[in-house]
C-alpha cells in the first residue's frame, strides 16, 4: 500500500460517519467575501504585482516576448551561471541566446545532482498581484516541484496580462487542486526570534521575475529590491 492510499483511506475513514444529506463541501462555507481589494486597471494590477515582488525581495524585469531570450542570456551571464535546468515543456525559443549547457529535468535527479545546477529557468501558473505570489502548478514549462527548490536562482516567465490577477480567490478559480502546487512569494528565506533575515533556506536564494508583455515596447527594463546589486 502506496502512501498515498494510506492516507486516502484514514481520511475516508474520518468520513465514514458524515451524513450523506450533509451539506456539500461547497455550500458549507459562505463565499462572500471580497473577490478583491479596489478596483484596478490591468496596468495597475501588473503595476501592483511588480512592486510587491520587488518588495518581497524579487528582481523583477520587464520586456517584450521578442526581447526575452537576449534577457535571459544576460541574466545568466550576470549570474556566471554554468548550467541551466529547463523543464521538458519550455518555450525552446526562451533560452536560446544563451550558451550555457542545458540540464533536463529527470524524474530520478537527486537533490544533489539539484545542488549543483547554477540556474533554474521555468514558466509559472498564476501571479498574484496585490500578495506578490508567483504560483506554479507542475505543468510541462515548469517541471517538477523540487527544481524551483534546490538550485539557488530560479528566472520565472509570467505572461502579462494573460497570467497577472489581483486576488487569491481568482487565482484559485483557475488552479486545479489535485495538482502539485508551489506559491512563491520572493526568494526563499527565514527569520529568527531576533528578525535576522536568512535567504536560501529552503528554496532559491535569488527570485527573478520576468514579466514578459507583448503590448510593451521593445524596451528592457529591471527593478531590483532596495539594497540588492
Known amino acids: 500500500m502506496s502512501s498515498r492510499e494510506r492516507i486516502l483511506g484514514r481520511v475516508r475513514r474520518a468520513l465514514a460517519d458524515v451524513p450523506r ?3 456539500p463541501y461547497e455550500e458549507a462555507v459562505a463565499r462572500d467575501y471580497l473577490r ?6 490591468v496596468e495597475e494590477t501588473v503595476e501592483l504585482l511588480a512592486e510587491n515582488l520587488a518588495d518581497y525581495r524579487a528582481i523583477v524585469h520587464r520586456c517584450t516576448p521578442d526581447a526575452l531570450p537576449s534577457l535571459i542570456a544576460g541574466l545568466l551571464a550576470d549570474r556566471g551561471a554554468r548550467s541551466l535546468l529547463v523543464p521538458a515543456g519550455l518555450d525552446e525559443r526562451w533560452p536560446a541566446a544563451t550558451e550555457v549547457p542545458r540540464v533536463q529535468d529527470r524524474a530520478d535527479s537527486t537533490a544533489h545532482e539539484l545542488d549543483r545546477v547554477d540556474s ?3 514558466a509559472c501558473a498564476v501571479a498574484i498581484a496585490e500578495t506578490g505570489t508567483i504560483v506554479l502548478d507542475g505543468g510541462p514549462d515548469q517541471g517538477r516541484r523540487r527544481i524551483t527548490l534546490v538550485p539557488d536562482h530560479h528566472i520565472c516567465v509570467v505572461r502579462v496580462p494573460d497570467q497577472v490577477v489581483s486576488s487569491v480567490p481568482q487565482a484559485l478559480e483557475r488552479l486545479d487542486p489535485a495538482r502539485p502546487l508551489t506559491w512563491i512569494s520572493g526568494p526563499s528565506a527565514t527569520s529568527d526570534i531576533e528578525l535576522d533575515r536568512v535567504e536560501g533556506v529552503h528554496g532559491p536564494r535569488t527570485l527573478e521575475v520576468v ?10 527594463s529591471s527593478s531590483r529590491p532596495e539594497g540588492s546589486r
Not at 212 to 220: I, L, M
Open 21 to 23: 444529506d450533509d451539506t
Open 36 to 41: 478583491e481589494h479596489g478596483q484596478r486597471s
Open 120 to 122: 533554474v529557468l521555468t
Open 211 to 220: 514579466l514578459v508583455d507583448s503590448r510593451a515596447s521593445a524596451e528592457v
